[in-house]
């Protein structure tokens, strides 16, 4: 499998519930390495092109004003494979269909505070990356567990 780096948003219903810590944490014990974090306030103007794929859909001005509305947690993470591990560990879009032992089955109750966001594919990751970090935030290193998570 590949080594991947994808975005994760840790949403403002994260931030102020005070478990992106934890959040963090599931990542970082699975194997997956934080390459990039920063604490940020979403402009409304990057709000809109991170998510301009929904802004023909009824639900996009509620979801602007959501993640605008406090600090988000923009982390890129990387590992083998990342893209679809982390997806398996953030679960379902919606929290009630999510399966159990995932984060949002464990920490939301609805769609609209569903607390992160995950890119979706490869060209997602790196299209998102390049809108929340530069290349100089990103930074390479070993970890030295990694031979232990790793053949």
Known sequence: MPI?????????????????????????????????MKLINVSKELAHTHYSEHKEKPFFPGLVDF??????????VEGDNAIAVIRRLVGATNPQNADPGTI??????????NLIHASDSAASATREIALFFKKDEI????????????E
Do not use: N
């Not at 949403?11 to 934890?22: H, L, S, W």
């Open 139 to 150: 930074i390479e290193y070993e970890l030295v567990h990694e031979k232990w998570v790793y």
């Open 104 to 113: 949002r089955h464990d920490f939301g109750m609805v769609t609209g505070r």
């Open 4 to 36: 991947e780096k994808t975005l994760i948003l840790l949403k403002p219903d994260a931030v102020q519930r005070a478990i992106a810590g934890e959040i963090v944490s599931r990542f970082e014990k699975k194997g997956l390495k934080i390459v990039g």
């Open 67 to 76: 993640i605008t509305a406090g600090p988000t947690l923009s982390l890129v």
